[in-house]
């Protein structure tokens, strides 16, 4: 499998590393130096030879991946309007 990094902002490739692990310490590094915000605009995905790429993680969910302390998603409270 390949791993590859998206900006999910600007749909641009970061990178394309041969491990997970090797992706996830490029995460780690762009956070170190953009800060956690630019770290939201991040995702992680993955592609088998000649298969789909998968989306396997973005934002908080790949920075937690990652081993950076992000915030848990906060749950959807739905209620009555008016």
């Known amino acids: 499998m390949i791993y590859s990094i998206w900006d999910v902002e600007f749909n641009n490739l970061v990178g394309a590393y041969e491990t997970e692990a090797a ?11 953009n800060g956690s915000d630019y770290g939201e605009s991040l995702a992680l995905g993955g592609q088998e030879e000649d298969g789909p790429l998968l989306m ?7 920075l937690r991946r990652a081993g950076i302390n ?13």
């Not at 396997?56 to 790949?62: D, N, Y």
């Not at 992000?70 to 008016?82: D, F, L, S």
């Open 56 to 62: 396997l993680a973005e934002g908080a969910a790949l």
């Open 70 to 82: 992000a915030p848990a998603p906060m749950p959807v409270r739905r209620r009555a309007i008016g």
């Open 23 to 33: 992706a996830l310490e490029s995460v780690r590094e762009l956070v170190e130096l």
